[in-house]
């Protein structure tokens, strides 16, 4: 599985941005999908994920209220879309792909730069 991430971008504090992520072949609706964002010289941190069938969704703290995860599983795309942005979400987004065969995310997206500015 390929992951292609795009959207990313500079925008200025409480604007908004949607990320997309598409993954090749055919087997994208049994993935669980989920976004995280990584700072330099920070570790990679959870965002956002979405259930294979989009019922079940789970936000970290930060984004809670702000940020909205979705998919359409006919496009192979998972979506993040990014309201009233803060300087801190400034951030590397990556998307990634969980098979649910106890492995955790083993598939990854190239990342997608977010600068949000005060």
């Known amino acids: 599985v390929q992951l292609q991430a795009s959207g990313g971008g500079l925008v200025q504090a409480g604007g908004s941005l949607r990320l997309s992520c598409t993954a090749s072949g055919r087997t994208f609706s049994r993935y669980r999908m989920g976004w995280f964002r990584q700072t330099p010289g920070k570790e990679r941190l959870f965002v956002a994920r979405i259930s294979t069938n989009g019922g079940t969704i789970v936000y970290a703290n930060s984004v809670e209220g702000r940020f909205t995860i979705s998919r359409d599983n006919a496009k192979n795309t998972v979506y993040l879309q990014m309201n009233s942005l803060k300087p801190e979400d400034t951030a590397v987004y990556y998307c990634?792909?969980?098979?649910?065969?106890?492995?955790?995310?083993?598939?990854w997206g190239q990342g997608t730069q977010v600068t949000v500015s005060s």
């Open positions: 990634a792909a969980d098979p649910l065969q106890n492995q955790g995310y083993i598939y």
